[in-house]
C-alpha cells in the first residue's frame, strides 16, 4: 500500500464543473503539498498546507491531520486546468513522499 | 527573481555511460533535492543537500549520487547507465522550510 493515496486516478469532466481530488495518508505527517505538472514535466507547487485551508483564485486545499485527508477542489473548472494534480506528504528534512497523480482532463 | 534551472533540458546517452546533470537553485535557497520520475514508478526522491552536506537519501543504488557546491548548485550523477534510468529528473529548492519548495523544469533523460 502506497504511504500516499490518491482518488480518482483519471478525471474527466466539462468545462464550469466542481472538481474535487482526494488525498489520504498513513502515516501522520506535518505538512502536504498538492503540485500541477502540465504535459512537458515542468511541476510548479499549488499549495503546502499544515492545517485548515488555502484559497488561491479558483483552486482549494484543505487539510485534516487528524483524518489524515486533504482534498483539492477547483471551481469553475477550464480546459487549461488539465493537467495532473499529485499530493506529496513532507517527511523528514525536506523529503517529499508523492502519491500516484490524478489526471485531470477538462473538455470545453 | 530566477527560478530553480536545471541543465541540460534533454539529454540522450548510451548504456554503460556516465551523466551529470546540474541544478542551480533560487537564491538564498540552502537546500536542493532531487526526484526521479518514470511512467512505472512515478516520482520517487533521490536524496536531499543542505549547506553542502546530503542530509536524506532514497533507495536508490550507489550508481546515483550527488554533491552541493558552497554556492549552493548542485549536481547529480549516474554511472553505468542503464535503460531504465530513463526519465524526468527533477530537482527543488527551498530556504529549508517547505513552503518555499520550488521546482525546476527537468531534465529528460534518455538512455539508448
Known amino acids: 500500500k502506497n504511504e500516499v493515496e490518491q482518488s480518482p486516478q483519471n478525471l474527466t469532466a466539462q468545462e464550469g464543473e466542481f472538481i474535487t481530488i482526494n488525498c489520504s495518508y498513513s502515516?501522520?505527517?506535518?505538512?502536504l503539498h498538492w503540485l500541477q505538472q502540465h504535459p512537458g514535466g515542468g511541476i510548479v507547487s499549488l499549495f503546502m498546507?499544515?492545517?485548515g485551508k488555502k484559497k488561491h483564485g479558483r483552486l482549494i486545499a484543505t487539510i485534516n491531520i487528524q483524518e489524515k485527508h486533504s482534498s483539492l477542489h477547483i471551481t469553475a473548472s477550464h480546459p487549461r486546468d488539465s493537467a495532473v494534480y499529485i499530493c506529496?506528504?513532507?517527511?523528514?528534512?525536506?523529503?517529499?513522499?508523492f502519491g500516484q497523480g490524478t489526471r485531470l482532463t477538462i473538455n470545453p | 527573481k530566477a527560478g530553480v534551472t536545471q541543465t541540460p533540458r534533454y539529454l540522450i546517452k548510451t548504456r554503460g555511460q556516465q551523466v551529470t546533470l546540474s541544478c542551480s537553485p533560487i537564491?538564498?535557497?540552502?537546500?536542493v533535492s532531487w526526484y526521479q520520475q518514470t511512467p512505472g514508478q512515478g516520482l520517487q526522491f533521490l536524496f536531499e543537500?543542505?549547506?553542502?552536506?546530503?542530509?536524506n537519501k532514497g533507495n536508490f543504488p550507489g550508481r546515483f549520487s550527488g554533491r552541493q557546491f558552497s554556492n549552493s548548485r548542485s549536481e547529480m550523477n549516474v554511472s553505468t547507465l542503464e535503460l531504465g534510468d530513463s526519465a524526468l529528473y527533477l530537482c527543488?529548492?527551498?530556504?529549508?522550510?517547505?513552503?518555499?519548495?520550488?521546482f525546476g523544469s527537468g531534465t529528460r533523460l534518455t538512455v539508448v
Open positions: 498546507l499544515s492545517s
Open positions: 543537500y543542505f549547506s553542502e552536506t546530503q542530509r
Open positions: 527543488a529548492s527551498s530556504t529549508g522550510t517547505a513552503d518555499d519548495y520550488t
Open positions: 502515516v501522520g505527517i506535518s505538512a
Open positions: 506529496a506528504k513532507i517527511q523528514g528534512a525536506q523529503k517529499l513522499v
Open positions: 537564491s538564498g535557497h540552502r537546500s
